[in-house]
């Protein structure tokens, strides 16, 4: 029994270390407006799934992450990234009831208002936009959340059978 939760930690964390991989993979030129949120997709499924394990916390710290490698101001995808934890914590009743559909629907709402928050921050910071462009990785990343959910559950179904 032991060796369970460390299995969960590990995959949970390795799945987060991927997903911040893919978060800062470069794009050609013209493609980086259709870049899905990577590490908000993973961060939302492992809220989702255990959310006695991941939350504020752990958004914060991969923000934080996310910042120094990004080198963007500091804090600013750190909360972005506890503000998407938080968000989660507070629907993540609902959600489990959900179907994959349903999900991604409120998938898609929740790193909106990330994506909102975010811009805000940018607008403090300087950098104005005034197009929502800034909007398109959020319905990029809730056609990609059935894949993703999908998969993983099936990952931890097939850890489970072996353990």
Not at 26 to 36: D, I, K, R, S
Not at 77 to 93: I, K, Q, S, T, W
Not at 103 to 124: F, N, S, Y
Request: net charge neutral.
């Amino acid at each position: 029994m032991a060796r369970t939760p460390v299995i969960s930690w590990l995959v949970i964390w390795l799945s987060l270390s991927l997903a911040l991989c893919l978060q800062v993979m470069p794009l050609a030129e013209g493609w980086q407006v259709f870049h899905p949120d990577w590490l908000g997709l993973t961060l939302i499924y492992w809220c989702m799934r255990t959310p006695d394990r991941v939350g504020v916390y752990h958004g914060f710290v991969l923000g934080l992450l996310l910042d120094l490698i990004e080198g963007t101001a500091l804090g600013q995808n750190a909360l972005a990234l506890a503000l998407l934890a938080f968000l989660c914590a507070l629907v993540y009743p609902r959600f489990r009831a959900y179907s994959l559909l349903q999900q991604a629907v409120l998938v898609l709402v929740l790193l909106g208002i990330v994506q909102l928050a975010e811009q805000w921050l940018r607008t403090l910071i300087g950098e104005f936009s005034i197009h929502l462009a800034f909007l398109i990785p959020s319905l990029i990343s809730a056609a990609l959340w059935p894949w993703l959910a999908t998969m993983f559950k099936a990952l931890e179904q097939r850890l489970a059978r072996n353990h």
